[in-house]
């Protein structure tokens, strides 16, 4: 009985052992298969081929975790996507008018220009150059916005008046190339209550995209009956614009088929328009392209 009993003792023990050399193995397996997922930057997830459930549950739970891993990295690559974005966009919208400004003074430095000529001309430099200072001031409140650090401050303002300020920051470009900005609205005075700033910021964005992305001219409507809606309608060149996606940041469809690209300015109207808790709508009918902001 006795000598049953250490039989029984040392069989017990060599399972033991075996199973406590299985684990061993089966960990070892593992980490090298995570080692593996790492190095290859592989998206399959790791394999169990033991019966032993609490190892399935190990497995599970390390596959969780790099499920998520996973979803970090590509949020991640999209960020830095994005951000590099941005920053080429941003440059651009500074670099239009600084160039343009820098032109001009090459024109008053190195021409026989008359008095009056050059004090027109300074006038345009003038503002230029304010006008790149408002977008620097506009790109430094969009990121205080985003990172929630600036509050909002809202006023009574004509929306028609600031309107028409962001058609004559355009009108010049517009009519070089023989096309209109065409404005219609129901009442003179529309009175809302919202953030200059960010509304000329969306105002101007959304009639560069038009310049940029269109030979048409621009229709810009303004409706006060039952609600505050303005739409902006221009001819679209390229019909595969997807109109869901077109807001996107990660949206590199070039509406215009030329060097340029939909540009950081749809990106920064949608946060504004967010930002002031309203509601831009984009539809395509027929060969045009319409982006309504709706206020609440």
Known sequence: MKDMIIILLVMCLFIAIFYILFLKKSIRNFDK????????????????????SDLNRLVNSINGILNEYDDMQIE???????????????????????????GYIDLVLNSNLDENTKIKNLKIIEGRLKRLSELVD?????????SNENKIEYTNINIINILEKSISNHYEDFNKNKRTINLVYDNRKVIISSNEKILRRIFDNLIGNAFQ??????????????GIKITFTNGLLNDDLDISRM??????????????????????????????????????????????????
Do not use: W
Request: charged share 25%; aromatic share 8%.
């Open 33 to 52: 298969k995570i080692n593996d997922k790492f190095k290859s930057k592989s998206k399959i997830l790791i394999t169990s081929q033991t019966s032993d």
């Open 76 to 102: 991640y690559t999209n960020k830095n996507h994005n951000l590099q974005k941005m920053m080429t966009n941003i440059s651009h919208d500074l670099r239009t008018p600084l160039t343009s400004a820098l």
């Open 138 to 146: 506009s790109f430094f409140d969009f990121s205080k916005i985003i």
């Open 213 to 226: 992305h269109s030979t048409s001219d621009l229709d810009i409507e303004v409706k006060s009956v039952d």
């Open 247 to 296: 807001f996107d940041e990660f949206y590199t469809l070039d509406i215009s088929r030329t060097k340029g690209n939909t540009g950081l300015g749809l990106a920064i109207v949608k946060e504004f328009v967010n930002q002031l808790n309203c509601e831009i709508i984009s539809k395509k009918i027929e060969n045009k392209l319409c982006l309504t902001i709706e206020f609440n």
